[in-house]
């Protein structure tokens, strides 16, 4: 008993007719009588009843029919398991991050992920922290990059790195002489700040606040270029993430640590806590934990200092 005869058969039992279940089958109708034939030989009884040009099922028909049908259920499962395994890097991704990550850390671990899985379909979106958060919740995203705290149950939150925020300054400012910059020298200081609906302007505010600082907010943006560009023209200084400071090339502006007790952020990846991940999912998770990781470590930063 073979595989294609129970193909054979159930298709002429289900169609009740040799003709249509060789077209369904895709061979010539001699082949498919000869291989049914050969099955009843094998079983030793016959299996269909021909009635000129109709067939119908024997009882020793019909019990096989049953058998027959689970087993190519079965097979058919099994096949397209095994296809599925084997094409799962195929399979679809969808990563989301924060405003003031997004534009530093995607692009670098989006290559490294496209190289090793070229056939990966990934899709990206960039937006505010609660929105982000609220579309890994609710399953619209796979994966999120986001600076903590993140507050929910549904997720699983995984810590990445820690990185200060660093003073900018435009280029020339009286304190770039300085190695570190103590925050109550910036008192009279005019500010470009991140917009406070960025978690990051949040921080930053809160940050002068604690140490009696009250700047003199001179521009607000949503961009964190903006802010930078904004530095560069004269318009104030800033606290930016030392990723925004790591990406910028231009001697417009210079970066200094902050003494004492500095600000800083911890990086995250999240995802639903509930949520299968597919191998894809799970594969683009361990690249972006290894690299991620080591590359962006605190220790190991050297912050430029253009004079």
């Not at 289900?14 to 000869?34: G, I, K, M, N, Y």
């Not at 099922?57 to 084997?86: M, N």
């Not at 679809?92 to 997004?102: C, D, G």
Request: proline share 5%; hydrophobic share 40%; net charge positive.
């Amino acid at each position: 008993m073979e595989l294609h005869q129970l193909r054979y058969f159930v298709a002429v039992a289900e169609l009740e007719h040799f003709t249509r279940a060789a077209a369904r089958c895709r061979v010539s109708q001699p082949s498919l009588s000869q291989q049914i034939m050969k099955l009843e030989r094998d079983l030793g009884q016959p299996l269909l009843e021909r009635l000129g040009r109709s067939v119908r099922l024997t009882d020793a028909g019909r019990s096989l029919y049953g058998r027959a049908t689970a087993i190519l259920r079965l097979v058919d499962e099994a096949q397209a398991h095994a296809k599925a395994e084997g094409d799962w890097q195929a399979d679809r991704v969808s990563v989301a991050a924060i405003l003031t990550v997004a534009p530093y850390l995607l692009p670098p671990l989006i290559n490294a992920f496209q190289r090793s899985y070229p056939r990966g379909r990934l899709t990206v979106r960039e937006d505010f922290t609660a929105k982000v958060v609220a579309a890994v919740a609710s399953g619209d995203v796979d994966l999120a990059f986001v600076a903590l705290p993140v507050d929910d149950d549904r997720l699983t939150v995984e810590p990445l790195f820690d990185e200060p925020l660093l003073l900018a300054m435009p280029a020339g400012h009286r304190l770039e002489s300085r190695k570190r910059v103590d925050i109550r020298d910036l008192d009279d200081e005019p500010f470009v700040l991140i917009d406070e609906t960025h978690c990051l302007g949040e921080q930053i505010v809160g940050f002068c606040r604690q140490h009696t600082c009250a700047p003199m907010i001179a521009c607000t943006s949503a961009q964190m270029l903006t802010v930078q560009e904004m530095v560069g023209l004269g318009q104030g200084v800033s606290l930016v993430p030392e990723m925004a400071a790591r990406a910028d090339r231009s001697r417009k502006r210079t970066y200094r640590q902050l003494d004492g007790n500095a600000p800083r952020r911890t990086l995250a990846m999240i995802r639903r806590r509930d949520r299968q991940p597919n191998r894809l999912l799970e594969a683009f998770w361990q690249l972006a934990d290894k690299s991620l990781r080591p590359a962006t470590s605190a220790s190991t930063v050297k912050h430029k200092a253009r004079t």
